[in-house]
C-alpha cells in the first residue's frame, strides 16, 4: 500500500518537473509534514482573523468586514478572488491552481443576533444588544483560510497538478446562503469538497443532517371593533390559534423523526380591534425531502382548514429548503486516518479550569474538554436534529464533513459560553487542527486519483436516481439587509 501510495505522489507532480528532481519528490508522509508545520507557522495570523471575525460579529448577510479580510488574505496569498457571487454581496470564491482534480474547502463566518459576549468564562454582555458568535464560525472562516493557505503552499512548492477552491459562504444561520450558490452552480465542476464545524468534540462527521423546509404562513381577516361589533370582525388571530392548535394534533400522527416548530411573528396589536393580519413562521425537517415534503402537504390542508373555519384567507410564502446531508463513507476514511496522524488537542491546567468555569455557569457536568477523537461510526439511519445548508453543497459533489472540540464538553450551542470559547486558546487549538486536517486531507485527493475515484464511484452510486434540484426558484433572490443605524 505505501509504495503504491509513493508511485501516485510521483504521478500527480507536474510533468515539465526535471527529471532528476522528480526522483527526489517528498513523500506523502514528508509532504503532509511540510503542510502542518506551515499551518503551524500560521497560528498567530489564524488567530488574529478568527479573533477580528469575532469582534465584527456580522450577523447573516451582513458580513461585509468579515469577508473582506478573508478576501484581502487570500488574494495576498496569490489567489484569484471573485467577489459579490450568486447575488450575495458577502459570498467569494477563491481560487488557486488550474486542471483536475478540483478540491473546495468550505469557510463560513456569520454570528448569531442577540448573543454579545466577552470571552470571560461567565455570562457577561460586551455589548448590549449586538451579535456573538455562538455557533463559532469566527474559528470556522478562520481554519479554512489556514487549510487553503496550507494546501495552496505545498501545491505550489512542489509543483502539484490541480485547483484549489476556497468559498466563502455566508448567512448559514439565516437565509441559507450556500442554497444560493449551489443554485447559481457554484459547485458544479468540483470533484471533492471539504468542511467542518466546531463543535465539543473531536471527530469525522457522518451523523448527516436533517433536511427542512422553511414556510411563512399569513392569515388575513377583518378588524372590528372587538366590544362594539365584534361580529363583523374575523380574526387572522383566530386562525393562527386553529393553526397551531392543528399542527400540535398532527405530531401523534408523524413518524417520530419529524420536528416541527413555529414561532408566531405577527397576533394583532391590541386587544380591542380584531386582528386583520397574523403571521406564523414554521419550520418542518425530517430525515429526508420526501419525509419532510409528505407533512408539509398536511400542514398546507390544516392552513386551508384553519382559513376556512375562521372565515379568513391563507398565504404561504415557501422561503427555501435544505436537503439532508449525503454522507460520503469512503471520503470520511481518509479523513479519519488524517485526523488520527495528527492527533487531538491536549490543554494545560488554565483551559481545562477554563473549560469547567464555563460548565459550571452553563449548569453541565465540569467534564472540561473532550481531548480524544471519535472512531469513525456507521452513518445512523435517522440524522440527529438540526440542518445545513452544507447538505446542499453535498448532493453536488462528495462532502467530506469534521467536527473538532472547540468548547468545553456538553455545553449548549448557540448560547454565551460557545461565544465565550470561540475567543479563547481552547477554541483556536480546535481551529488550528481543523485546518491541519483539512489540508492534509485536501493533500490525499490531489495525489491519490485512485482513492478519489473511488469516493466519486460511491457519490454516483448514492445520488444515481437523483439530480440536485435547488429548493429555490431560478430568479429568487436572498433577502438582503442593510444595517441599522444606531
Ligand atoms: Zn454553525
Known sequence: MRHSRLNLIALCLIASAPFSMALQQPSEIQLKKEVIEFIEQKNDL??????????????ALLEYESSKLLEKILEDQGFSVEKDV?????????????????????????????????????????IEGEAGHGCGHNLFGAGSLGGALGLKDVMEKHGLKGTLKLFGCPAEEDVGGKLYMARDGLFD????CLAWHPDYETSVDVDGSQAIDDLKIEF????AHAAFDPWMGRSASDAVEMLTFGINLLREHIQ??????????????????????????LWVRDSDREGVKEVVQRVEKIVEGAAIATGTTSKIHYLGSYHEMLVNIKGSEVMQKNLERIGAPTYTDDEIDYARKIQKEAGVEGKGMCSEIEELKEPPEDPV?????????????PTIHLSTACAPYGIPWHSWAVVASSKNSIG????????????????????????????????????????????IGPGQKPPLRTKEKK
Open 46 to 59: 489564524l488567530i488574529e482573523v478568527s479573533d477580528k471575525i469575532w469582534e465584527y460579529a456580522e450577523i
Open 86 to 126: 450568486a447575488g450575495l454581496p458577502t459570498a467569494f470564491v477563491a481560487t488557486y491552481g488550474s486542471g483536475a482534480p478540483v478540491i473546495g474547502i468550505l469557510a463560513e463566518y456569520d454570528a448569531l443576533p442577540g448573543l454579545s459576549q466577552d470571552s470571560k468564562p461567565f455570562k457577561q454582555v460586551l
Open 189 to 192: 465542476n468540483l470533484d471533492v
Open 220 to 223: 388575513f381577516g377583518k378588524t
Open 256 to 281: 417520530p423523526s419529524v420536528r416541527i416548530h413555529y414561532v408566531i411573528t405577527e397576533g394583532g396589536k391590541v386587544p380591542n380591534v380584531v386582528p386583520e393580519h397574523a403571521q406564523v413562521w
Open 385 to 397: 436534529g438540526g440542518s445545513t445548508d452544507v447538505a446542499e453543497v453535498s448532493w453536488i459533489t
Open 428 to 471: 483556536y487549538k480546535g481551529m488550528i487542527l481543523a485546518a491541519k486536517v483539512l489540508a492534509t486531507t485536501g493533500l490525499d485527493f490531489l495525489c491519490d486519483p485512485e482513492t478519489l475515484a473511488e469516493i466519486k464511484k460511491e457519490f454516483k452510486e448514492k445520488t444515481k436516481d437523483y439530480t440536485y434540484k435547488s429548493g
